[in-house]
T-cell receptor
Framework: KAGVTQTPRYLIKTRGQQVTLSCSPI?????VSWYQQTPGQGLQFLFE???????NKGNFPGRFSGRQFSNSRSEMNVSTLELGDSALYLC??????????????FGNGTRLTVT | QKEVEQNSGPLSVPEGAIASLNCTYS??????FFWYRQYSGKSPELIMS????GDKEDGRFTAQLNKASQYVSLLIRDSQPSDSATYLC??????????FGAGTRLTVKP
C-alpha cells in the first residue's frame, strides 16, 4: 500500500508570497491532518479534514487554510508568508482520527523556507 | 490546557543497554497512546501503540501504560546506534485531539 505522499518536498519562497502544499493520503484513509514542525516548537497541529470538512483547527492565524477533495487528497495554503513560517509541514492520514485506536501515518513532509 | 510532557534529553546510552523514555499526560480521559520515532530531517514513523494498562512488547520495544499515574513509557532493549533518533509521545485525548510531546532525543553510543 502506498504511503502518504506530500509534494513538493522543498520550497523556497519570499516574504509576502503565498504557497500551496499538497497531500495524498493512504488509500482508504479519510482523515487528513496537517502539522507544522519547527525546532523550537515541536509538532504544532494546524487542522484536520474528514470527508471534505474541517473538523478540528489548531491555534494558527487565518493565513493558514486548507481544503480536502472528494478523493481525500488535501491541500494547505499559506498566504502572505512570514519568515517565521519557515518549517517542516507534515501531513498525516488515518482511517478516522476520531476513532481512538487510529494512529496517524505521516508523509515525508514539505520543507518550506521563507527568505 | 491538555499537555503531553517528555524530557527533551538528550538521553545517551551505550550500545546494548536499555533506553527508557518517559511521557506524562494531563487529560485523564485519554484513550490511546502512540510512540513515534523521528530521524533527523525525516518524518515521524509509528513504532508502538498501546491502549490498555500494562506492557506491550514488539521485538526490542516495550510500551508501558499506567493510566492511574498518567504516564506512558517506551523501553528499547539492546539499544543500537540505529536507534538514535527523537522519540515522540502522542496521546489521543478525550476530545479526539492527537497531541504530541516535544520529543526526547536519544543517542546510542557504539
Amino acid at each position: 500500500k502506498a504511503g502518504v505522499t506530500q509534494t513538493p518536498r522543498y520550497l523556497i519562497k519570499t516574504r509576502g508570497q503565498q504557497v500551496t502544499l499538497s497531500c495524498s493520503p493512504i488509500s482508504g484513509h479519510r482523515s487528513v491532518s496537517w502539522y507544522q514542525q519547527t525546532p523550537g516548537q515541536g509538532l504544532q497541529f494546524l487542522f484536520e479534514y474528514f470527508s471534505e470538512t474541517q473538523r478540528n483547527k489548531g491555534n494558527f492565524p487565518g493565513r493558514f487554510s486548507g481544503r480536502q477533495f472528494s478523493n481525500s487528497r488535501s491541500e494547505m495554503n499559506v498566504s502572505t508568508l512570514e519568515l517565521g513560517d519557515s518549517a517542516l509541514y507534515l501531513c498525516a492520514s488515518s482511517p478516522d482520527r476520531h476513532v481512538y485506536n487510529s494512529p496517524l501515518h505521516f508523509g515525508n513532509g514539505t520543507r518550506l523556507t521563507v527568505t | 490546557q491538555k499537555e503531553v510532557e517528555q524530557n527533551s534529553g538528550p538521553l545517551s546510552v551505550p550500545e546494548g543497554a536499555i533506553a527508557s523514555l518517559n511521557c506524562t499526560y494531563s487529560d485523564r480521559v485519554s484513550q490511546s497512546f502512540f510512540w513515534y520515532r523521528q530521524y533527523s530531517g525525516k518524518s515521524p514513523e509509528l513504532i508502538m501503540s498501546i491502549y490498555s494498562n500494562g506492557d506491550k512488547e514488539d521485538g526490542r520495544f516495550t510500551a508501558q501504560l499506567n493510566k492511574a499515574s498518567q504516564y506512558v513509557s517506551l523501553l528499547i532493549r539492546d539499544s543500537q546506534p540505529s536507534d538514535s533518533a527523537t522519540y515522540l509521545c502522542a496521546v489521543n485525548s478525550g476530545d479526539n485531539d492527537m497531541r504530541f510531546g516535544a520529543g526526547t532525543r536519544l543517542t546510542v553510543k557504539p
